[in-house]
């Protein structure tokens, strides 16, 4: 390109010498313009090939082998945030990041580590950072110290409230959140009781459905969005539910196994055991099982995430049902979500996800497209 055009050059100006051409100044002075013009020509030519390397390099620093992301999760010991994680890992990987460059610490649940951690990276100057907080209601604070630093958000898993999300689109932050509605989670576990119809779940035939709630972490939107939107489920289609406990697993699969070992000896008549994610529900099969109860037959139980585990019990009849939490389409929005922050796409304030009802007739094809 650049020789083209220095030659083009030359040659008019040669031709212009040649057209001038009466006696040998004339002819002279068109030589001498004509090196000039090659000469400018050449100096153009130079500068546009010094700007287009200029703009190459702009475009490099969207390369993102260099980018640096923090990954904030709540905690590691967490069944399905370790599906989540693992899979947000090999997708940034998988998009161009150095997995040297892809930090993901554990907030071993503490709120002020993780804070501690948060401060790190600021520190260290990450790029974009990607938060499970460990309590929501910390999100403004997190928010603040990240936004102060310059620095992009996406938030994941533990939905900040309404307020916090309103600041961001209001103060046009560079803050998002990628998740699902845990609304959803907690209507389907409903529904795929309901679908059984009441006449095979009311066991004692008492008109009421006897059920024992197991929680997530009550500070949680998902754990207070699933348990009152089971229940809602039921009464929507116009069954009478019985509470007989309603008790905090956080999220645990042992915690939850000693709660319900207690629920059903103190109340025998349960029907339904309602857990909030699938690594409670597990714990509540141990003892279902140790109570010597069937699922299916003398009792119903439901989790969230479709773990594999879960999946394979439901294929089994060992447990009734269970809803799909996407960590897939998860992890990869929040880190897609992350890359458009560095890009300066930029991101919508929220970016939602679906939830899928898990039974028998679909948990294989789940389980298929989870390998
Ligand atoms: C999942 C739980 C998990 C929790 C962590 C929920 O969406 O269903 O299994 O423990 O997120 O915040
Ligand atoms: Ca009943």
């Known amino acids: 390109m650049k020789k083209k055009l220095v030659s083009l050059l030359t040659v008019s100006a040669m031709t212009m010498a040649m057209l001038v051409g009466c006696g040998e100044t004339a002819a002279d002075t068109a030589t001498q313009t004509a090196e000039t013009v090659a000469e400018t020509a050449e100096t153009v030519a130079d500068t546009a090939t010094e700007v287009a390397e200029t703009v190459a390099e702009t475009a490099g620093n969207a390369d993102l082998a260099d980018k640096k992301v923090g990954v904030c999760i709540y905690q590691f010991a967490d069944n399905f945030m370790t599906l989540f994680r693992t899979e947000l890992e090999n997708y940034l990987v998988s998009q161009g990041f150095s997995k040297d460059n892809i930090t993901i610490v554990d907030g071993a649940n503490d709120q002020a580590t993780q804070t501690n951690q948060i401060q790190n990276f600021i520190t260290q100057g990450v790029d974009v950072l990607i938060i499970n907080p460990v309590n929501s209601s910390s999100a403004a604070t997190i928010t603040d110290l990240v936004v102060g630093a310059d620095i ?220």
Not at 250 to 268: G, K, Y
């Open 152 to 371: 992009p958000l996406v938030y994941i898993n533990r939905e900040p409230d309404a307020d916090e999300e309103a600041r961001w689109s209001a103060n046009n932050w560079n803050v998002t959140y990628v998740g699902c509605d845990a609304r959803q989670s907690g209507t389907m576990q409903g529904e795929i009781i309901v679908d059984l119809g009441q006449e095979k779940v009311d066991l004692n035939g008492d008109g009421k459905i006897q059920y024992i709630m197991i929680e997530g972490d009550p500070e949680n939107v998902d754990a207070q969005y699933r348990t009152e939107f089971s229940v809602k489920a039921l009464e929507d289609a116009g069954w009478t539910v019985d509470c007989l406990d309603d008790q905090v697993g956080n999220w645990d699969q042992a915690t939850a196994q000693q709660l319900v070992a207690n629920s059903l000896s103190a109340h025998p008549e349960t029907e339904v055991v309602f857990c909030n994610n699938d690594a409670m529900a597990l714990g509540a099969l141990q003892s279902i099982e140790a109570a010597g109860r069937k699922v299916g037959e003398d009792i119903y139980l439901v989790g969230v995430d479709a773990l594999t585990e879960a999946l394979e019990d439901v294929l089994a009849g060992t447990m009734t049902g269970t809803v799909f939490n996407d960590h897939i389409a998860q992890s990869h929005g929040a880190a897609d979500a992350a890359i458009n922050y560095i890009t300066g796409a930029g991101n919508d304030y929220y970016i939602g996800c679906d939830y899928v009802k898990v039974t028998t007739d679909n948990a294989q094809s789940v389980l298929d497209s989870l390998k």
